[in-house]
């Protein structure tokens, strides 16, 4: 099975669409979410396209009532765990999901995952640790890094492929990244590599 991972989506609707026209012509089954909608309308995209989606909470993720108001409405797609983390089983594949990359390490040196995913420092990852797959697929926003990309996770070979989307937007300006370095003490932002 092919699932594509989703992250740091951030209100991204240009990004978000370009992303699930590029999984329906790749065939993708399943899509797991690890978090950051900021806007319940990304919620209604998700819980309204033909492929079904599976999302933890990031820290970023605006109404929470109104995403679980589109989780729930009749013919959704969009299914939305407590928690910002969860264990799944995919085609007999053990996978751990997390918002937050420091949760991915110790569980994929756990041992006891196929497959470890996580997001919410906006950068793309993919390594072995041990024998277990780890991956960040990066933003959807392409507000940070300026790069629009998600995995697509294969359950069969348990390997994963990072997917640039092309045609994509992104918020970052060279106006707004002048403002963030000059007022980077004050803003505090707790991943400032994501920033370099």
């Known amino acids: 099975m092919l699932v594509a991972v989703i992250s740091d989506i ?79 089983e995919i085609e007999d594949r053990l996978i751990f999901i997390s918002h937050y990359n420091d949760l991915a390490a110790p569980m994929a040196q756990s041992g006891l995952y196929d497959a470890v995913f996580y997001g919410h420092n906006h950068l793309q990852k993919k390594e072995t640790v041990n024998d277990t797959l780890m991956v960040n697929p990066g933003e959807l926003c392409a507000q940070k890094t300026g790069v629009c990309t998600y995995a697509v996770y294969n359950t069969e070979t348990n390997d994963a492929e990072i997917i640039t989307i092309e045609n994509s937007i992104s918020l970052k300006s060279d106006y707004v990244k002048a403002y963030l370095d000059k007022h980077e003490d004050k803003l505090q932002f707790r991943s400032k590599e994501s920033f370099q």
């Open 10 to 88: 951030h209100e991204n609707f240009h990004n978000l669409i370009l992303s699930l026209e590029d999984m329906n012509a790749k065939g993708i089954e399943k899509i797991l979410c690890l978090g950051d909608l900021m806007n319940a309308g990304i919620a209604k995209i998700l819980a309204a396209q033909e492929i079904p989606t599976y999302m933890i909470w990031g820290n970023n993720d605006g109404e929470k009532v109104d995403i679980m108001r589109a989780s729930y409405r009749e013919d959704s797609n969009l299914e939305v765990s407590l928690n910002t983390y969860d264990f799944l």
